[in-house]
């Protein structure tokens, strides 16, 4: 291996291990811990809970939830479990997005998951006790189910990995974790009604949505019903006799595949067919003001006395933004114009999420725009002056982390909000913003959430689970912010009240699944309560428009849309005083805490043989290990080049590089040896090379779209060739400035910026001399011309300068199109790609007779390449055009075939070269 290989090598191996998966070679985001963690277990008798000193009340809450899952789960699925469950808590989705157990950034939908290789179960908390057992009971029947697949297929001394199809393996986390609900009602209804539903031969086409959990719970619970409750865990007891899970379902449930489905798809018939006529049907109901294929949420409206006009989140372009819009009223209808995005999300510091589907925006008369965003380690509540067209303050609060639902007062002097602590406590705060006081006005373990400011400033209504004893749901609740005063309840009942808001004449409109729907209700200052709308889906996020119209969030073709609604004649409802079911006290296991040691153990085993122009041909493994919270890793990496037996010692390569995440700065250790021939692109041999030394390496993550690197190899270096020899001490150094804002489609980038600047140099210890510098620069830019199309455009310039620099050689699909690969060769390289990204096939679809499968879509790109290569002085440049055809299979693998036609700028190539390769665009 040359000098210059082994230390772009050493770039590159920092870069492979210790940046998140998707960073995708020299870029991507980073996760960046913002606070060390002072890690500790508490083990019980069938888990080991890992939690950090801010959150112990949580994990003793976690044991005890954990013990009484387990004994329940022991008796259910008809199994002992075979080792303890690990566990590792997070107080809130901020600190959980942080975890390097999960290489990549977890989406803010991701309320828990367990994790395959080692079966750690993790789960962040979000305010709500009910729900964090609920989510931990699902997450637990996952292991539940691994260990038990695990050990039946080896009882039965089968090693293969035949697992239980998704449906069934959420669907059962489900089963087991919860009832089922109005909110899995409404999701199933619609896409029952609407066309979104697939039978049991199909609903392999649910696996990339949220509805594989409502079918997969819906089956069992089918299941349960027509052939027996016993008959669930079956499937699981008999998976050694067979490799084909349709084969199973016959064999456990006594009936054709087919005649399953078809049973099934009637019995959601009788279920949902005469909800039809009892309810509302919402796309005859509504007026649709904005929709699409995406999320639209969080309506808001600002009056002036010329114009009223809507603001709402919605993430149409793939990240969270704000939006207005005007309201015209035309014939009785409303309907919205001239669309504009005024605050844009995901893509900068201090904008890094809107949190669209866990907060509301709010909009004061004065016509400031209240809203949230996540900023490095915290939330904070910024605020949009309308008139200005800009964010004039920021506020953040260093001892709250989450923050959610903002509401500022008609007047702008107060702003109410939820906010949640590091221990995780879900609470309502008061902020005056002219005295910059912030009073806490709830403090306990119950989840308050969506405060609203009555319009004389006194109260301060919430929707809050503090009544039910325990169980999920939630009803509203009432504050005075002037005085310490008791929390006054509103509604009553086993059921959600959420989103409230206040009308025009101060009655509160809310949403609630009391009637099994979720619809919106009026709660008069009397306390009588009026169910105002009938529908059939849901409605969500009620806000006034005038005395007769309701704009509100809808539920509706498996998206959320926001539609207005004419208030229905109002219907008395039920609001009666339950006293919760009283559970029984929770009983605390045995239990022993420590403080956290760094265990390893196994994650992967690679094998590999490889052939290489540079390297030729090797074989090899590589070993890799992780501590419980994957916050050090230990690589072992063996190979071996040798041409005879005589030579297996002597060419035995090995490398081991311990890397530590556990802090907000990154680093790595290793140690190499390493013995090769290396051959030029041509397949020429050029030199043997024996190296051996060390290398350190540091990543300095600013934010998550920044990040410095650098990096040094120490190492001794016997280099022979057919006319000399070189023996010396080497030192390779480097240092790297990234930035990546760019935004994804399953093809390769369409929004933002990548840029890597890294200068390096390489020394003769010996010597003290310089042997080369290494200078690199690659910016890329990709701006938005519709929704799925981009112009991209990518500037590399590399220069390898000193006596003994080596030479770059480039070309091919991901340099210049249209040549070889090698064609291109130089010590210095100057390339420019362009190109105008778009869609044309969204979804290859293909009905099969054992079901339908998704074959990915198709892009295209037209492209101009200009490039050159030299050594001292610069060569004319060389360019290509062309069109290109990208094809996504399953969102991992994009197969690449570029049609180019070659130029020097005099001429045209009169060939049409056409190049097969594979990855994702620049």
């Not at 008369?365 to 200005?388: C, H, Q, T």
């Not at 009942?493 to 409109?509: A, E, M, Q, R, Y």
């Not at 013995?675 to 600013?702: C, M, N, R, W």
């Amino acid at each position: 291996m040359s000098t210059n290989r082994a230390f772009l090598c050493s770039i590159l191996i920092v870069i492979l291990v210790i940046s998140n998966a998707l960073a995708f070679f020299n870029f991507g985001k980073n996760k960046v811990r913002y606070k060390t963690l002072n890690w500790k277990t508490l083990t019980t008798n069938n888990t080991k809970i890992y939690y950090y000193s801010d959150e112990e009340e949580l994990a003793i809450k976690t044991a005890i939830y954990a013990e009484e899952i387990v004994k329940h789960l022991e008796i259910e699925l008809q199994h002992n479990l075979t080792r303890k469950i690990p566990i590792i808590l997070y107080s809130n989705h901020h600190t959980f997005q942080e975890t390097q157990v999960i290489p990549m950034i977890i989406p803010e939908s991701v309320g828990g998951l367990t994790e395959f290789f080692k079966g750690r179960v993790l789960i962040p908390f979000d305010g709500s006790l009910p729900r964090f057992k609920r989510v931990l009971n699902h997450e637990i029947v996952h292991f539940f189910t691994l260990n038990k697949v695990n050990y039946i297929m080896r009882s039965h001394d089968k090693y293969d990995n035949f697992m239980p199809p998704l449906w069934y393996m959420e669907g059962l986390s489900e089963f087991y974790s919860k009832t089922w609900t109005p909110e899995d009602d409404m999701v199933l209804y619609d896409a029952f009604i609407y066309g979104l539903y697939r039978p049991l031969e199909d609903i392999y086409d649910t696996y990339d949505s949220y509805l594989v959990y409502k079918e997969g719970h819906s089956l069992l619970l089918f299941i349960e019903e027509e052939y027996g409750r016993d008959k669930i865990p079956q499937l699981l007891n008999e998976m050694w006799n067979t490799d084909n899970w349709e084969e199973l379902m016959e064999s456990v449930l006594g009936e054709d595949y087919h005649i399953i489905s078809l049973k099934w798809t009637n019995w959601l018939r009788e279920r949902y067919y005469p909800m039809v006529g009892k309810y509302d049907p919402p796309e005859l109901k509504t007026s649709n003001l904005i929709s699409g294929d995406a999320i639209y949420v969080s309506p808001a409206i600002h009056r002036t006395d010329e114009t009223s006009t809507l603001f709402y989140v919605s993430n149409y372009l793939g990240y969270e933004s704000i939006y207005t819009s005007r309201l015209i009223e035309k014939d009785g209808k409303l309907s919205l114009k001239e669309k504009e995005k005024i605050v844009k999300g995901g893509l900068k510091t201090g904008m890094e999420s809107l949190h669209i589907l866990r907060s509301r925006i709010s909009v004061s008369d004065d016509g400031l725009l209240a809203f949230v965003s996540k900023s490095g380690p915290i939330d904070r509540i910024n605020i949009y002056d309308i008139k200005r067209g800009e964010i004039t303050n920021n506020i953040s609060f260093s001892d709250i982390v989450y923050i959610s639902s903002p509401f500022i007062s008609c007047d702008s002097s107060l702003i109410a909000f939820s906010g949640a602590d590091i221990s995780g406590k879900s609470d309502i705060y008061l902020y005056n913003v002219n005295d910059n006081l912030l009073k806490r006005l709830t403090n306990d373990w119950f989840d308050d959430r969506h405060p609203i400011i009555s319009r004389d400033n006194k109260t301060i209504v919430f929707s809050s689970d503090r009544a039910l004893k325990g169980y999920e749901g939630y009803n509203l609740f009432s504050i005075s912010p002037d005085k310490d005063s008791e929390i006054k309840q509103l509604t009553f009942g086993k059921c959600t009240d959420t989103h409230p808001s206040f009308s025009n004449d101060n009655t509160i409109l809310f949403s609630s699944d009391r009637s099994g729907k979720y619809n919106i209700y009026e709660l008069k200052a009397n306390g009588q309560l009026y169910k105002m709308t009938n529908t059939a889906t849901g409605l969500f996020e009620p806000v006034e428009y005038d005395n007769e119209t309701i704009i509100a969030t809808c539920y509706l073709n498996g998206t959320m849309r926001i539609v207005s609604i004419k208030k229905s004649p109002p219907v008395i409802s039920e609001n009666v005083y339950e006293n919760g079911i009283e559970k029984e006290p929770e009983t605390m296991p045995e239990t022993s805490i420590e403080e956290y040691n760094a265990d390893f153990a196994l994650d992967f085993l690679q094998a590999e043989a490889v052939y290489s122009p540079g390297f030729k041909s090797g074989v090899g493994s590589s070993i890799y290990f992780t501590d419980m919270l994957s916050d050090q890793h230990l690589v072992v990496s063996l190979s071996n080049t040798a041409r005879s037996w005589s030579e297996l010692l002597k060419r035995m390569n090995a490398g081991v590089a311990y890397y530590n995440l556990s802090r907000r700065v990154n680093y790595g250790l290793g140690a190499f040896h390493y013995y090769y021939d290396y051959y030029d692109a041509f397949g020429y041999y050029k030199y043997t090379e024996h190296l051996y030394g060390g290398s350190g390496t540091v990543i300095i993550p600013v934010n998550r779209f920044y990040r410095f690197e650098v990096g040094t190899m120490i190492y001794r270096l016997h280099r022979r060739d057919d006319i000399e020899k070189l023996n010396t001490n080497i030192t390779s150094n480097y240092v790297s400035f990234v930035k990546d804002t760019s935004l994804w489609v399953s093809t390769g980038p369409i929004e933002g910026a990548r840029y890597n600047i890294t200068i390096g140099n390489n020394m003769d210890i010996n010597k003290w001399k310089k042997r080369y510098m290494v200078y690199s620069f690659d910016f890329r830019k990709y701006f938005r011309l519709s929704r799925m199309s981009a112009y991209a455009v990518r500037a590399i310039l590399l220069a390898n300068n000193g006596a003994d620099a080596e030479t770059i050689y480039f070309g091919g699909s991901m340099g210049m199109r249209g040549y070889k690969f090698y064609e291109f060769s130089g010590k210095k390289l100057f390339l420019v790609n362009q190109e105008v990204r778009f869609p044309i096939i969204d979804e290859i679809h293909l009905r099969l007779p054992f079901g339908d499968t998704s074959l990915g879509t198709i892009r295209g790109a037209l492209f101009i390449d200009v490039g050159s290569a030299w050594d001292d002085k610069i060569s004319k440049l060389k360019g290509s055009f062309g069109l290109g055809l990208r094809w996504s299979l399953g969102g991992f693998v994009v197969f690449r075939l570029d049609i180019a036609k070659k130029t020097d700028f005099h001429s045209i190539s009169e060939d049409t070269p056409i190049r097969f390769f594979i990855g994702y665009d620049y």
